[in-house]
């Protein structure tokens, strides 16, 4: 059974940065066609997708979040990091980690996610 649990601040004061880790248990996140994402859901709106860092390295971003979004890992934890820069009120949301498998296509497995909030 795969297990992601996110973890990190709470409270980011505007113009910092952010950094949140998954730690993953239950499988490697260098296993062939995963690929391990960053997902948020702001208050009241919908999830919005963030980025992967696949099982080979490669990362890839989404458009709105691209410029000040970073996703790294360690594989001698198997864990993963989302970092964002430049935090604004309007980065608070709940934060979640996830696996998307290239079998299903779709993500499996999902950390609880973890509330960010973006204030002084």
């Known amino acids: 059974q795969v297990q992601l649990q996110e973890s990190g601040p709470g409270l980011v004061k505007p113009s910092q940065s952010l950094s949140l880790t998954c730690t993953v248990s239950?499988?490697?996140?260098?296993?062939?066609?995963?690929?391990w994402t960053w997902i948020r859901q702001p208050p009241g709106k919908g999830m919005e997708w963030i980025g992967y860092?696949?099982?080979?390295?490669?990362?890839y971003y989404g458009p709105s979040l691209k410029s000040h979004t970073s996703i790294s890992r360690d594989t001698s934890r198997n864990q993963f990091t989302l970092q964002l820069s430049s935090v604004t009120p309007e980065d608070t949301a709940v934060y979640y980690c996830?696996?998307?498998?290239?079998?299903?296509?779709?993500?499996?497995?999902w950390g609880q996610g973890t509330q960010v909030t973006g204030s002084s």
């Open positions: 996830a696996r998307w498998s290239s079998d299903f296509h779709a993500n499996d497995y």
């Open positions: 239950g499988g490697s996140i260098t296993t062939n066609d995963y690929y």
């Open positions: 860092i696949a099982y080979s390295g490669s990362t």
